[in-house]
């Protein structure tokens, strides 16, 4: 404890942020992220208000050697938002969002959840592609890459990047782009948390004047699955989808003869007008009658981002990857083998790609994944830490019997999984030069509490 003490005397003076501490009435609240799973107990949660207060934190951590987390919008599957004993340094309370619309960029506090950013941007008809939930603060899903309803027309968010501010380990503010810093730059791109605290983020803006999406509740046949799949890869870049295969919950819009079989609950997002996405969408809704369907034009941000509840604190074993092809028998083994589990709740989840994803060059940014085709998540809810090892081995040994010739993991989907899955985040190559990057900006892995990438020697 004395060097969390020596830390946070060192912020008494000229700090304009709130340190919460066990004795505080929030602190339970402040320091519960979204996943469960991770009962930490930091030593305290430093909430910042702004780049001058994360200096003052980063410097207080470095020279108290204090253990200390970085908080965006506490998503990290790996439970890398929190601590025990340590410090939380809390970015929500920075979430000021600009928008030049002349100029067609934003500029957004790391501390901004994605359903803000996009409301802000779709006042304007314009858009940011972030991921599939909108309270992720857009930190951490930006730095890891950002595969979002918008990857196929747009690309990854880091495709939007412009700029970024960031308080590096020895306390600078930087302002980086592709010319100030550009090899750091290149590594904010993909390369997660591992070089600094993100304070700003500056994000050019697509038009989306028109938009149509919701959601597609289909029975899960081994011919449904594998024509999802070849429907999506068919499509125009203009759809991207998530093709979720799993057991129908108990919603009271699905027939109650419908609820615990096995269902595709498709997410599917276009970015036009409703007469070409009518015609888009069609192949899906014709390969089968649906159970339900709640697909329209509207509001992006309302349709995609429903509210969540905050409350609700999943517990998952998961293994992330990339595949080829999910036809017929690819399809037949996800429903066998999730038929097969005993989790409580499990669930295989298909991205198709390509599009957008596919034409920036696979170096040009950390994220190296570019040619991949389908990204696929298998998880596995559990109920008891007993549980939780027979649900890991599981979803383990499914990505096993699943995997195919195309190799490599999606960083930001990575849990705890140790060297041998952030070498699958990053070819060597990739992973070489962030190291190189690691080592220029952050010699003594200060920010280690991540996917951590260890600087080259």
Same mark, same amino acid.
């Given at each position: 404890?004395?060097?969390?003490?020596?830390?946070?005397?060192?912020? !008494?003076?000229?700090?304009?942020?709130?340190?919460?501490?066990?004795?505080?009435?929030?602190?339970?609240?402040?320091?519960?992220?979204?996943?469960?799973?991770?009962?930490?107990?930091?030593?305290?949660?430093?909430?910042?208000?702004?780049?001058?207060? #994360?200096?003052?934190?980063?410097?207080?951590? +470095?020279?108290?050697?204090?253990?200390?987390?970085?908080?965006?919008?506490?998503?990290?599957?790996?439970?890398?938002?929190?601590?025990?004993?340590?410090?939380?340094?809390?970015?929500?309370?920075?979430?000021?969002?600009? #928008?030049?619309? &002349?100029?067609?960029?934003?500029?957004?506090?790391?501390?901004?959840?994605?359903?803000?950013?996009?409301?802000?941007?779709?006042?304007?008809? !314009?858009?940011?592609?972030?991921?599939?939930?909108?309270?992720?603060?857009?930190?951490?899903?930006?730095?890891?890459?950002?595969?979002?309803? $918008?990857?196929?027309?747009?690309?990854?968010?880091?495709?939007?990047?412009?700029?970024?501010?960031?308080?590096?380990?020895?306390?600078?503010?930087?302002?980086?782009?592709?010319?100030?810093?550009?090899?750091?730059?290149?590594?904010?791109?993909?390369?997660?948390?591992?070089?600094?605290?993100?304070?700003?983020?500056?994000?050019?803006?697509?038009?989306?004047?028109?938009?149509?999406?919701?959601?597609?509740?289909?029975?899960?046949?081994?011919?449904?699955?594998?024509?999802?799949?070849?429907?999506?890869?068919?499509?125009?870049?203009?759809?991207?989808?998530?093709?979720? #295969? $799993?057991?129908?919950?108990? !919603? *009271?819009? #699905?027939?109650?003869?419908?609820?615990?079989? !096995?269902?595709?609950?498709? $997410?599917?997002?276009?970015?036009?007008?409703?007469?070409?996405?009518?015609?888009?969408?069609? *192949?899906?809704?014709?390969?089968?009658?649906?159970?339900?369907?709640?697909?329209?034009?509207?509001?992006?941000?309302?349709?995609?981002?429903?509210?969540?509840?905050?409350?609700?604190?999943?517990?998952?074993?998961?293994?992330?990857?990339?595949?080829?092809?999910?036809?017929?028998?690819?399809?037949?083994?996800?429903?066998?083998?999730?038929?097969?589990?005993?989790?409580?709740?499990?669930?295989?989840?298909? +991205?198709?790609?390509?599009?957008?994803?596919?034409?920036?060059?696979?170096?040009?940014?950390?994220?190296?994944?570019?040619?991949?085709?389908?990204?696929?998540?298998?998880?596995?809810?559990?109920?008891?830490?007993?549980?939780?090892?027979?649900?890991?081995?599981?979803?383990?040994?499914?990505?096993?019997?699943?995997?195919?010739?195309?190799?490599?993991?999606?960083?930001?989907?990575?849990?705890?999984?140790?060297?041998?899955?952030?070498?699958?985040?990053?070819? *060597?190559?990739?992973?070489?030069?962030?190291?190189?990057?690691?080592?220029?900006?952050?010699?003594? &892995?200060?920010? +280690? $509490?991540?996917?951590?990438?260890?600087?080259?020697?």
């Amino acid at each position: 404890m004395a060097a969390l003490d020596t830390a946070l005397s060192a912020l !008494m003076t000229g700090f304009s942020g709130r340190i919460v501490g066990p004795d505080d009435a929030d602190y339970d609240k402040a320091r519960t992220v979204t996943y469960g799973g991770f009962d930490k107990h930091p030593g305290a949660i430093v909430k910042v208000k702004s780049a001058v207060d #994360v200096q003052a934190v980063v410097n207080a951590a +470095r020279e108290g050697g204090v253990e200390f987390v970085v908080r965006s919008g506490g998503h990290s599957n790996a439970g890398h938002s929190t601590t025990d004993g340590g410090l939380v340094l809390d970015l929500r309370d920075m979430h000021a969002i600009s #928008v030049d619309v &002349n100029a067609g960029t934003l500029w957004a506090e790391t501390g901004a959840m994605a359903i803000d950013v996009t409301k802000a941007a779709e006042k304007h008809g !314009m858009v940011v592609g972030f991921g599939d939930a909108g309270t992720v603060g857009i930190g951490g899903i930006t730095l890891g890459g950002g595969v979002g309803y $918008m990857a196929r027309k747009y690309g990854l968010t880091i495709d939007a990047l412009l700029a970024a501010e960031i308080v590096t380990a020895d306390g600078r503010l930087l302002m980086v782009d592709a010319t100030h810093e550009p090899d750091l730059f290149w590594a904010l791109r993909g390369g997660g948390g591992n070089f600094g605290v993100v304070t700003r983020l500056q994000y050019n803006l697509n038009p989306l004047p028109e938009f149509t999406g919701g959601m597609l509740i289909l029975s899960a046949t081994a011919e449904t699955v594998s024509g999802f799949i070849a429907a999506a890869h068919a499509a125009p870049e203009a759809l991207s989808t998530i093709c979720n #295969v $799993m057991p129908c919950p108990p !919603m *009271p819009f #699905v027939p109650e003869e419908v609820h615990g079989k !096995m269902v595709i609950f498709g $997410m599917l997002a276009f970015a036009g007008s409703p007469g070409d996405a009518e015609k888009t969408l069609a *192949p899906f809704r014709a390969l089968a009658k649906p159970h339900a369907d709640m697909i329209k034009s509207g509001s992006y941000a309302e349709l995609m981002y429903p509210p969540e509840d905050d409350d609700y604190h999943p517990t998952a074993s998961s293994h992330t990857m990339f595949i080829d092809r999910v036809g017929p028998a690819e399809a037949k083994m996800i429903l066998d083998e999730l038929a097969a589990s005993d989790a409580v709740f499990k669930v295989v989840q298909l +991205r198709v790609l390509g599009g957008a994803v596919s034409l920036v060059p696979s170096d040009a940014t950390a994220y190296a994944h570019r040619s991949a085709p389908i990204l696929t998540n298998i998880a596995a809810f559990y109920t008891t830490p007993e549980d939780r090892l027979k649900q890991e081995a599981w979803v383990g040994e499914f990505g096993k019997r699943l995997e195919q010739d195309e190799k490599g993991a999606y960083v930001n989907f990575l849990a705890l999984d140790g060297a041998e899955r952030l070498a699958a985040a990053y070819p *060597p190559k990739t992973l070489a030069r962030l190291r190189e990057v690691k080592a220029k900006y952050d010699p003594k &892995n200060l920010f +280690r $509490m991540n996917q951590n990438i260890a600087p080259a020697a």
